[in-house]
Nanobody
Framework: QVQLVESGGGLVQAGGSLRLSCAAS????????MGWFRQAPGKEREFVAH????????YYADSVKGRFTISRDNAKNTVYLQMNSLKPEDTAVYYC??????????????????WGQGTQVTVSS
């Protein structure tokens, strides 16, 4: 089992940047494929980005491709989400999540077994 804690959210103007961090504790972090999701008020939780166990493969939602970068440091048990050129529509609670099984449906909420508590990102226009 792994525990996940996000940090780094806040209020930023459109066009600005934020870096989210997700610190993991518990089992060996490199066992887990990791993802970032977000949920805006009144909307379903949606996929943002995914990174493989080694960090060698990354995937993004079309809405953030070219603006966001997911990365991980297995020595520090941390996954990051660098968010640049932020837009008001990026406003949401951002969650990190992980799983240790061998599935590949990384864009779906159901694929992930472990979730953090979320961190609020607000982008003002």
């Amino acid at each position: 089992q792994v525990q996940l804690v996000e940090s780094g959210g806040g209020l930023v103007q459109a066009g600005g940047s934020l870096r989210l961090s997700c610190a993991a504790s518990g089992r060996t972090f490199s066992y887990y494929a990791m993802g970032w999701f977000r949920q805006a008020p009144g909307k379903e939780r949606e996929f943002v980005a995914h990174i493989s166990r080694s960090g060698g493969s990354t995937y993004y939602a079309d809405s953030v491709k070219g603006r966001f970068t997911i990365s991980r440091d297995n020595a520090k048990n941390t996954v990051y989400l660098q968010m640049n050129s932020l837009k008001p529509e990026d406003t949401a609670v951002y969650y990190c999540a992980g799983y240790s099984h061998g599935g590949n449906y990384y864009r779906t909420v159901q694929e992930y077994d472990y979730w953090g508590q979320g961190t609020q990102v607000t982008v003002s226009s």
